[in-house]
Each structure stands twice: as structure tokens, then as C-alpha cells.
């Protein structure tokens, strides 16, 4: 399985709306409601964000949200705030019961 | 509340083999399904597999079958993940996480354990 694809970087202003897209296939992202989205500071160990599209776990802002189009979706954060600043990954179910990351994506608060 | 605590960094020569341990506490660890996922340094994340305790169950990414094994403990509510044939591109974090049955979302993980493999 190759890696769904995110962009490398982006960056916002505080306060400013970001979309981090992430792309893949029929055989992942467009044949299932499966995708999660994960936030990563600095050594620390991956916090779960979104789960199946666009839910959001408890104890998650309502700035972060969640959606798919075809086989891309979308994480988008509103308001940004500083502590937004880390490496997000998207992750979707696929064939055979596998799981595929994608690459990941460094979101710069300016 | 569901916790996983992962065993300490290890440091192996090439062609060896690493286990690293993964201990739940909190909840029905039977009932749980446990992933890995790697970070090689400055890298991205990487599924790698997951064991079904309560079948005995693994399955594995295709890029690591045949050199990974995934087993549970239900008696120590403990998975290992034993990586065989170590080379240098093993050198990562290796996470353990609960996963959502049939949802394939991971929450919570394991603090990460550090492989380096040295030749």
C-alpha cells in the first residue's frame, strides 16, 4: 500500500482557517468512511483528532472538523491558535483489512 | 480509562531480532484489538500490523509479513511485537495503540519505544 498524500507544509495567522488535504485511492480513502487524523507534537506520541471522517472525540475543540470528497479528505482547523502548531497525519482503513498513514503535514503558525 | 505502557529503548546489531512489550490497564484488554505503527527518524507514521486478543488473531502490512510477529498475553493484558532480520532502516519509535474494531482509528497509544539498530 502506498502512503495517502498529504502535503509537506502549511502554514496560517493566527485566528486563520487551514485545510490539510489528504489523497488517496478506491482502494482506501474512497471506498471507506475509515478516516482518522491524528495531531503530533515534537516527540511526543500521536493524539487522535478525527475518526471516521468528521467525528470528533471528547475533549477535542470544535475547531477542528472533518470531511471527504471522493478520495481526498480534508482536515480543517479554525481559529488557529499556537499550540495547533505540530505534524498532522491523516490515516484511512483499506483492502485486506490494512491500515495506510499519510506522509504527513507540518502546520507553521505564523 | 485505557493505558498503554510500552517496555524501554533497546539497542540491537544488525540481523538480530528486537520484542518490544505493550501493557494495557483499564477496560477488557480481550476485547481490545492492538496496532503498531512506526516513526524512523524525522519520518512519517507506519502501520505495521495488529493482534485481535481475544482471537489470537494478527495480521500484518505487507511490507513487514514474514519478519514481523504480533502476539497478546491475555493473562498480563500484554502485546509484543517481535521485528526479525534488524537492519538499519528499523531504527525508529515503535508505537503500540488501541484500535476501534471495524472503525480503524487508534486511541490511546503507548508512549513509543526507541529501536536502534547498529551494525
Known amino acids: 500500500q502506498s502512503a495517502l498524500t498529504q502535503p509537506a507544509s502549511v502554514s496560517g495567522s493566527p485566528g486563520q482557517s487551514i485545510t490539510i488535504s489528504c489523497t488517496g485511492t478506491?482502494?482506501?480513502?474512497?471506498?471507506?468512511?475509515?478516516v482518522s487524523w491524528y495531531q503530533q507534537h515534537p516527540g511526543k506520541a500521536p493524539k487522535l483528532m478525527i475518526y471516521e471522517v468528521s467525528k470528533r472525540p471528547s475533549g477535542i475543540s470544535n475547531r477542528f472538523s472533518g470531511s471527504k470528497s471522493g478520495n481526498t479528505a480534508s482536515l480543517t482547523i479554525s481559529g488557529l491558535q499556537a499550540e495547533d502548531e505540530a505534524d498532522y497525519y491523516c490515516c484511512s482503513y483499506a483492502d485486506s483489512s490494512t491500515l495506510v498513514f499519510g506522509g504527513g503535514t507540518k502546520l507553521t503558525v505564523l | 480509562q485505557v493505558q498503554l505502557v510500552q517496555s524501554g529503548a533497546e539497542v540491537k546489531k544488525s540481523g538480530s531480532s528486537v520484542k518490544v512489550s505493550c501493557k494495557a490497564s483499564?477496560?477488557?484488554?480481550?476485547?481490545?484489538?492492538i496496532s503498531w505503527v512506526r516513526q524512523a527518524p524525522g519520518q512519517g507514521l507506519e502501520w505495521m500490523g495488529r493482534?485481535?486478543?481475544?482471537?489470537?488473531?494478527?495480521n500484518y502490512a505487507q511490507k513487514f509479513q514474514g519478519r514481523v510477529t504480533i502476539t497478546a498475553d491475555k493473562s498480563t493484558s500484554t502485546a509484543h511485537m517481535e521485528l526479525s532480520s534488524l537492519r538499519s532502516e528499523d531504527t525508529a519509535v515503535y508505537y503500540c495503540a488501541r484500535e476501534v474494531p471495524a472503525a480503524a482509528w487508534f486511541d490511546p497509544w503507548g508512549q513509543g519505544t526507541l529501536v536502534t539498530v547498529s551494525s
Open positions: 478506491s482502494n482506501n480513502v474512497g471506498n471507506f468512511n475509515l
Open positions: 483499564g477496560g477488557t484488554f480481550s476485547s481490545y484489538t
Open positions: 493482534i485481535i486478543p481475544i482471537l489470537g488473531k494478527a
